[in-house]
Every structure is written in C-alpha cells, then in structure tokens.
C-alpha cells in the first residue's frame, strides 16, 4: 500500500513579480510525496505578495509564510480553528483519495513539512 512520507510546499516567483521591484509576489503548491517518490498536488491555488524590498525578504521568512498560507486557513466568523483545521485536513484526504491514496487526516496533519524555494526565487532573496 502507498502512503504519504511527508508534505512539501513548492514556491516560486508569481509571474507578476517581476513587473513591479517593489512587490515580493509568490506561489505556492502543496503537493503529498508518496513513499514511492511520486507527488500529488493537493493545493495549487495559494500564494501571497507584500510591498518590499526582495534583498531583506529572507528565506526562512518565506519558509514559514509557505507553510502557513497553504492551511489550514483563517476561520470566518462564527466558526472555530478546530472546524476550519479538521476541514482542511478532511479535504486533503478527500484529493488522496480521489487519487486512490487512503490516508488518515490526523497522521497527515503530524506528517513532516518541507519547503522548497526554486532557484529563480532564492537568487532574488536574502539569504538571512
């Protein structure tokens, strides 16, 4: 049986960046890396921008903002962390499935999260 081994968030230069020197625009995709090395993109719709400077932009700044805009997301009003995590993990079950991989939202929620910036984006940043 196929099982995820850990989740890895993929970021690069939003296209956009490269108009404007003073907006830090990225992408991100969230993708389960299987035990036999093949991925499954679970969210390819993330991303986030700021007005600043791309040199004092440093990496592991980018690391953690990855990690966090690729959920689980912010409750709306009248809802709780708890429901909006137990969601989003239930919906990422949901794509793994749908691509024949069963997995447990609470082991996947526990599982290691890697970052990895492309190389267009790390040669723009600070590397503090």
């Not at 499935?97 to 910036?117: F, I, K, M, Q, T």
Request: no cysteine.
């Amino acid at each position: 049986m196929t099982t995820v081994v850990h989740l890895e968030t993929a970021v690069d230069l939003d296209e956009r960046a490269d108009s404007d020197p003073r907006r830090v625009s990225v992408s991100a995709t969230l993708s389960a890396v299987l035990d036999n090395g093949r991925r499954i993109t679970l969210l390819d719709d993330r991303g986030w921008g700021s007005t600043g400077l791309w040199e004092t932009t440093a990496v592991g700044e980018i690391e953690d903002t990855a990690r966090t805009v690729v959920g689980p997301d912010e409750p709306a009003e009248g809802q709780t962390h708890e429901e909006v995590a137990a969601a989003h993990w239930t919906h990422l079950v949901a794509v793994l499935g749908e691509r024949g991989v069963a997995a447990d939202s609470d082991a996947l929620r526990r599982l290691p999260h890697a970052v990895v910036l492309s190389d267009r984006l790390r040669s723009r940043v600070a590397t503090a």
